[in-house]
């Protein structure tokens, strides 16, 4: 499920040079660029770029587990939807492609709260589903996510996916890492396939 809320933002004008004077620094010489959305260069074409409260929610029935990124630290009881307090953390947002009528997201998500759950609730769509459970594990880690078509416009499939990864405490003692990914398709006749949606814990 994807619950979002994009803030306003403009759409930057770039601004190229080619060519320069001085001499190119050799690698030594160099710092190497870590550069995403984030922190990269701000006068991109047709980028809009801002934040969004962001929750993400899948289960692996395989291994009996739901995952949830960006909760508030207590769960998903304690989104306000849930009849709780607090909302989920607002996390960067880029979309691209927008004035060519098919807007393009990536989410890039960095420490953000992860609780897993289990057993999978019965009949489980969406996190609400989880508004009376507890999770049996918190922790944190990143989060990538990417959507090829947010309003689903085009003309063609629509792919979007997720991919996550943390370390969780659990409430019983211990820890492990978790990784988790969840790709599906919306296809022009706008039925929905999932294509992988699995929650897998490791030792730590």
Known sequence: MKIQSLSAAGFLVPLLAFGCEKPVPVAN????????????????PNVLRGDSILLFAWADPATDLVI????????????????GSQRPERQPVQSVGEVQGVLRQLRILRDANIHLYRPVPPGFTNVLDLCQHMPFAHGTGNLTSTDNDRFVTGDGANAFGSRA???VDFVAGGSARVLAERQALVKPDGTREVLVSNVVLLPH
């Open 68 to 83: 949830v990124i960006n909760a508030p630290s207590g769960g998903v009881h304690e989104v306000v939807r849930c009849g």
């Open 165 to 167: 990864e943390g370390v």
């Open 29 to 44: 010489d160099a710092p190497i660029a870590q550069l995403d959305f984030t922190n990269g260069p701000s006068d991109l």
